[in-house]
């Protein structure tokens, strides 16, 4: 199997490697158009500031070759917050896969957010074996709002959507490689599609 982590120069790599080597998958990692159109899977992490992360993209094209990706695709932490129409964080357009907007956390909750926090109201593929409640490792000050496509749900001061799906894209807020063991099935359900 052929599975492509997208490489902008805004992703924690690394653990995600070491994540899909312990699944027997040896990920490549690339910025390349071709290369990323031509995998069987692909990742699409993310760390760090909405606007500047963006502005790789555009610089690279990847802006235009994500959205056009017809194979499953994972967005995690601030991937998945990219794929979405907007962010509030620099007030920043994102790649319009999902049409929710990203919100910053109520002033009455510390950001960002970090640590583990249970899961609830899952659905989907990306689910299987997963058992409600189970716990996940967020590190973010932004978040989707509750919304038709969000298959997981999770609270921090509000509820808010800790996974999203449509058609071929998947997107987590949390980081499945730093979940441990259920981080390990959500991965391999994914390598599944």
Avoid at 19 to 38: D, P, Q, T, W
Avoid at 61 to 80: H, R
Wanted: glycine fraction near 10%; charge should be neutral; charged fraction near 15%.
């Amino acid at each position: 199997m052929n599975v492509v982590i997208i490489d902008y120069g805004a992703g924690n790599i690394q653990s995600l490697q070491f994540a899909l080597k312990r699944l027997g998958v040896e990920a490549v990692l690339s910025g390349n158009a071709n290369v990323i159109r031509a995998a069987d899977k692909v990742l699409f992490p993310g760390v760090g500031a909405a606007g500047s992360a963006m502005d790789k993209l555009r610089v690279t094209g990847l802006d235009k070759v994500i959205p056009s990706l017809t194979q499953p695709v994972l967005g995690i932490c601030l991937g998945m917050q990219l794929l979405c129409a907007a962010s509030e964080e620099g007030n920043t357009q994102g790649l319009g896969v999902f049409s929710e907007k990203v919100v910053r956390f109520p002033p009455t909750v510390k950001v960002p957010q970090v640590g583990w926090n249970t899961i609830h109201s899952l659905k989907g593929p990306l689910f299987e074996s997963i058992a409600e409640n189970e716990f996940m490792y967020l590190v973010h000050s932004y978040y989707v709002p509750p919304c038709k496509a969000a298959v997981a749900l999770t609270e921090y001061g509000v509820t808010y959507a800790a996974a999203i799906e449509k058609n071929n894209f998947y997107g987590v807020q949390f980081h499945p490689e730093k979940s441990a063991q259920t981080g390990a099935q959500l991965l391999d359900n994914f390598l599944k599609l």
